[in-house]
């Protein structure tokens, strides 16, 4: 009570805050405390994460051969009859930065005035050529010309330009498909010979596959609630055909980000950015707040992947990859667990702690304290259950494509203590010309491919609360209504929301990983049929 009565003076007497504030604070359940400070990492900014080199295979990152695959997968299913697994997807984004190129080409095109190869040369604009070469391809397609047909009952007298704009106009409208603002997990993204598979369909599928024990699977979308009423109605078409095709019973369930991670804004300034209401401006947190949502989750196994990265064929392919991942995460845990367990029977001898040592540095890139090898046998047990009593993640990584976004790193913290951590490239000091070089010199990049043990040696769930670094968030600039403005985004799901996990990386092929970021991406092969048309 005395904190919030401390941050609430401060808020008032170095913002201004009103009454009417703290109450739009208190309707989204977020601590004053929180609130202070956010502002207080405005003005400070954020520390950028020190690289002290790549993962690279053999140093942070496991090769496994195909046969060595074959043999965890085997594992995991031996196993998994005795396993509680569960499937996480994050899924509330809206497909707006799909469409990005398209949305600019409505609002800039003059319709009127000039051709569509006059505003592909003027904008220089390398994305609208590929996307009308393919259009046909689409697994939309058909659909968005039935309507645009019923729209324009000339349509076949008109140019093709008028056609593609068109098209286009009709795709993108609020008031038509509206694809931008619905989420990606509802759009359609591949066409089979009898009907068109939208991501959540190709999710149900995976998680039949791969993430299923006793013929039942488990797969939980956290999700923007006024989109739930879309997500049901489309489960309940493809639910029976999936359970009928795999002879696997699915439960499925859905969860919000909690209000109570939103953060707020502040302009250039760094004073908090009001809306034309006079009201803070509160946003969502980013999906590192989805860490609250995956401590809700009960699972001995949880594998997590993005909405986007399915794909059409070699489904098999994929499930294999993905039980090898979960095999030797439970290969992992089993020592790592049986270590935990002598110490507590107090059945770990002074012979016995370089074998562990060496566990824990060849196994789990686990690096102990300097001086380590000069503690008391009581202090070296006590600092080793500390390191391995953790939640676990193995993490499948591609060889770098040259796609945006985070990558393993070797990670050297402000105590000069050395991690494998998953570091996106903001949080990245580029103008360090050391720090860049690091970044350049990447092999594999994150396509968030992960398999979790959210569960203590005893059995217990972990608070994984406990285990983020609170140092590692973002701040992002974006404009409102012709304003830039300056939001906090919590350390990222994968980033510093796990950065005090026991963290494995392996290999996995280019193959598993299909994301869709434009929707040009849906014309590459993973997402085209194999029949002929």
């Avoid at 074959?70 to 594992?75: E, I, R, W």
């Avoid at 009960?298 to 294999?320: C, R, T």
């Avoid at 945006?404 to 360090?432: A, C, H």
């Amino acid at each position: 009570m005395e904190e919030n009565f401390t941050a609430k003076k401060q808020l008032k007497d170095n913002y201004g805050f009103t009454d009417n504030d703290f109450e739009q604070i208190k309707s989204h359940g977020i601590a004053l405390d929180k609130i202070v400070e956010q502002l207080r990492i405005f003005e400070d900014g954020i520390p950028k994460i020190i690289l002290d080199r790549p993962a690279k295979i053999d140093d942070g990152i496991l090769k496994l051969s195909k046969e060595e695959f074959q043999k965890f997968a085997k594992y995991f299913d031996d196993q998994k009859p005795n396993l509680k697994l569960k499937k996480f997807v994050p899924a509330s984004g809206a497909a707006t930065r799909m469409f990005k190129f398209l949305i600019e080409f409505l609002k800039e095109f003059d319709h009127q005035n000039e051709s569509i190869n006059a505003y592909i040369n003027r904008k220089k604009d390398k994305n609208l050529p590929t996307f009308l070469a393919g259009i046909e391809k689409f697994p939309f397609y058909d659909e968005v010309k039935s309507r645009l047909k019923e729209l324009h009952p000339n349509y076949y007298s008109l140019d093709s330009h008028q056609k593609s704009y068109l098209f286009i106009k009709t795709m993108l409208e609020d008031q038509l498909f509206n694809f931008a603002n619905k989420p990606k997990a509802a759009l359609d993204f591949h066409n089979y010979q009898t009907y068109v598979a939208k991501p959540i369909e190709e999710h149900l599928n995976e998680c039949a596959c791969y993430a299923s024990s006793n013929n039942a699977s488990n797969l939980h979308f956290t999700i923007s609630e006024h989109h739930q009423q879309l997500f049901e109605t489309i489960i309940d078409e493809v639910k029976p055909k999936i359970e009928k095709l795999t002879n696997t019973t699915t439960n499925i369930s859905f969860s919000y980000q909690d209000k109570s991670t939103d953060t707020i804004a502040v302009g250039i300034e760094n004073n908090p950015f009001r809306t034309e209401n006079n009201q803070l401006l509160l946003r969502p947190g980013g999906h590192g707040a989805l860490i609250n949502n995956l401590n809700q989750l009960d699972a001995d196994i949880l594998f997590i992947k993005n909405i986007d990265n399915v794909i059409q064929n070699h489904i098999a392919e994929i499930a294999l990859y993905k039980k090898g991942l979960a095999g030797k995460l439970l290969e992992i845990q089993k020592q790592t667990h049986n270590y935990l367990k002598a110490i507590d029977a107090n059945e770990i001898t002074e012979n016995q702690i370089p074998e562990i040592v060496a566990f824990m540095k060849h196994k789990l890139s686990i690096k102990l304290y300097e001086g380590f090898d000069k503690y008391t046998i009581e202090n070296k047990i006590q600092s080793i259950k500390n390191k391995l009593n953790r939640p676990i993640r193995v993490c499948g990584m591609v060889k770098n494509e040259g796609e945006p976004g985070g990558g393993p790193f070797w990670v050297r913290s402000p105590k000069g203590n050395l991690s494998l951590q998953i570091v996106e490239t903001s949080q990245i000091d580029i103008e360090n010309k050391l720090q860049a070089a690091i970044l350049q010199s990447a092999t594999h990049f994150n396509p968030v491919d992960l398999v979790c043990s959210i569960k203590n040696y005893q059995g217990a769930k972990f608070d994984l609360t406990q285990f983020i670094d609170a140092n590692t968030g973002f701040i992002v600039t974006k404009n409102r209504n012709g304003n830039d403005v300056k939001s906090y985004e919590l350390p990222g799901l994968w980033n510093g929301a796990m950065a005090k996990w026991i963290t494995v990386f392996v290999e996995v092929p280019l193959i598993t990983f299909n994301p869709v970021k434009t929707v040009n991406d849906l014309l590459k092969p993973a997402h085209q049929p194999q029949y002929e048309n």
